[in-house]
């Protein structure tokens, strides 16, 4: 199948270091160090972080505001209003924003921002526990007549994924969450 649209950015997060030095695992400090050069180690004491206590959303956000190691931020998240009263059954959930999300992040990876995610690693769609990085997006066009893919690629440091697939945007939304990324550009690119 032809694809389309391809934008994708170099830099990856690195691997979860063994053993961990944060006791639940260290995406978050995996995910600053592939945009920053540094490794989970390094990353605790730069940013003045307890390597006791998780990277939560409020810690990634001081983070990405570090002046000298990001020179662009979007901390504030977009939600677009679906215009069919019968798709808000259960409100305005991410599936039915997923393809303005998908330009916005597109919009973000073609300006030099990587899209930060916390998501539900196990996929169940509960509650999110787990940092990735969004550093590529594309369109799959079907050979025959039919429904355009949108996918991003996600670059995970987890050692029981992938390092990096590319992931249907419903699929991301629904099973992972995620929709609410930060979107940051590290200074040295």
Known sequence: ?????????????????????????????????G????????????FEFDPKEDINFQKMRQAIYHREKFDR???????????FEAMRTYGNPARNQSMAWF??????????????ANVDHSKRGMSPDHWVLICGVREVF??????????????????????????????????????NCYLARPAAR
């Open 1 to 33: 199948m032809p694809i389309r649209n391809e934008v994708v950015l170099p830099k990856r997060v690195v691997p979860q270091p063994t053993p961990n030095i944060f006791a639940n695992g260290d995406c978050g400090a995996c995910v600053l160090g």
């Open 35 to 46: 945009l920053l050069g540094m490794t989970p180690a390094e990353v605790y004491p730069f």
């Open 73 to 83: 931020r979007i901390t504030n998240f977009p939600e677009w209003p679906q215009s």
């Open 103 to 116: 330009d916005y992040v597109r919009m973000g990876l073609d300006g030099g921002y990587y899209a930060i």
């Open 142 to 179: 079907p050979e025959e007549q039919g429904v355009i893919e949108q996918q991003v690629l996600v670059s995970c440091s987890s050692r029981s994924t992938p390092d990096e697939e590319w992931v249907n945007v419903r699929d991301f939304l629904t099973e992972r969450g995620g929709f």
